[in-house]
């Protein structure tokens, strides 16, 4: 069974940066796509950035160039590196991936919170 586990989440201000890590329990080149979710509390899980195998990024618009989809296969990590962070990026980030052969994961996620 696949294992994807975050950390870097926390607290920091307005205006400030995370780096947020998902490390696979194996070779991320088994997964043709990775990405990074968010949930805030009382909406909707929505996509912040994602990453194919041919290195191919997408970012949702609010992000707006603050943040930075990457990928260590070295280490099977995914990264998620984030500034001028807002009160509303405040959530709980997951990290997503899809095997060759359609079988989806999820990590447990990481709280970002940030305060105005």
């Known amino acids: 069974q696949v294992q994807l586990v975050e950390s870097g989440g926390g607290l920091v201000q307005s205006g400030g940066s995370l780096r947020l890590s998902c490390v696979a329990s194996?070779?991320?080149?088994?997964?043709?796509?990775m990405a990074w979710y968010r949930q805030a509390p009382g909406k909707q899980r929505e996509q912040v950035a994602s990453i194919r195998n041919s290195d191919t990024t997408d970012y949702a618009d609010f992000v707006d160039g603050r943040f930075t989809i990457s990928r260590d296969s070295a280490n099977n990590t995914l990264y998620l590196e984030m500034n001028s962070l807002k009160p509303d990026d405040t959530g709980v980030y997951s990290c997503?991936?899809?095997?060759?052969?359609?079988?989806?994961?999820w990590g447990q996620g990481t709280q970002v919170t940030v305060s105005s």
């Open positions: 194996e070779s991320i080149f088994s997964f043709y796509f």
């Open positions: 997503y991936s899809v095997r060759a052969g359609g079988r989806t994961y």
